[in-house]
Structures are given as structure tokens and as C-alpha cells.
């Protein structure tokens, strides 16, 4: 049975930082794209930033961009998310999520993603 179990929420002032990880199990997603999405209270899911099985392509929305890294270590089986400079309105749950084996591409919608983990809290103060 596939998992993703991510890990790192909190809560921090803003201009902190906070690095969030999401181990997979049940198969290995080295060859699979794989993004970071979240979801603030009364919105929709929206996507972060992906990353392609390789690591070589990196992808972000461009409210994050320069702020949010994304990166994997495909030997753990993990992706990470490194969010620095952080916002209020960065305050959401955050989903990690994979795409199916063979997949191709990091599209920026919901649907294409096959896997979800549980999600994390992240909390920015003003």
C-alpha cells in the first residue's frame, strides 16, 4: 500500500523559515513527478512547486518563487520543501502528493496527481 507521510508544519513568525519533507513507502518514486500543494481555510487546493522524478526540473508558483525550495532524495525516498521568508499568507495545510509510474510532466492541477499524504499545518504570524 502506497504512503506519503509528510512532517515538518508548525507554527513561526513571519521571515522564518520551516522544511518540510514527505517520505514515500509502499514503492519506490524515483522515475514519478512528484509537488508540494496546500490549502488555506475556504480555499481551493493549489499547487506549490513540483519536481521531476530525476530532480532535474523544479517548478513553482510564482507567489513562492525565490522563497520555496523543492527537492528530493530519491535513495530515502523523500521530497523536501524548504520555505524561507515566510508570509501570512503562506498559512495553509500542505500536501505532498505523486504522480502515477510512467506519468509524464509536473502539471499544476490536482487531478493529475494519484498519491496524497495526510497534509501538515503551517502557521505564519504577523
Known amino acids: 500500500q502506497v504512503q506519503l507521510v509528510e512532517s515538518g508544519g508548525g507554527l513561526v513568525q513571519a521571515g522564518g523559515s520551516l522544511r518540510l519533507s514527505c517520505t514515500a513507502s509502499?514503492?519506490?518514486?524515483?522515475?514519478?513527478?512528484m509537488g508540494w500543494f496546500r490549502q488555506a481555510p475556504g480555499k481551493e487546493r493549489e499547487f506549490v512547486a513540483g519536481?521531476?522524478?530525476?530532480?532535474?526540473?523544479?517548478y513553482y508558483v510564482d507567489s513562492v518563487k525565490g522563497r520555496f525550495t523543492i527537492s528530493r532524495d530519491n535513495a530515502k525516498n523523500t521530497v523536501y520543501l524548504q520555505m524561507n521568508s515566510l508570509k501570512p499568507e503562506d498559512t495553509a495545510v500542505y500536501y505532498c502528493?505523486?504522480?502515477?509510474?510512467?506519468?509524464?510532466?509536473?502539471?499544476?492541477?490536482?487531478?493529475?496527481?494519484?498519491?496524497w499524504g495526510q497534509g501538515t499545518q503551517v502557521t505564519v504570524s504577523s
Open positions: 502528493a505523486a504522480r502515477s509510474i510512467g506519468s509524464r510532466g509536473v502539471p499544476t492541477t490536482t487531478t493529475f496527481y494519484r498519491y
Open positions: 509502499g514503492r519506490t518514486f524515483s522515475s514519478t513527478a
Open positions: 519536481i521531476m522524478g530525476s530532480g532535474n526540473s523544479t
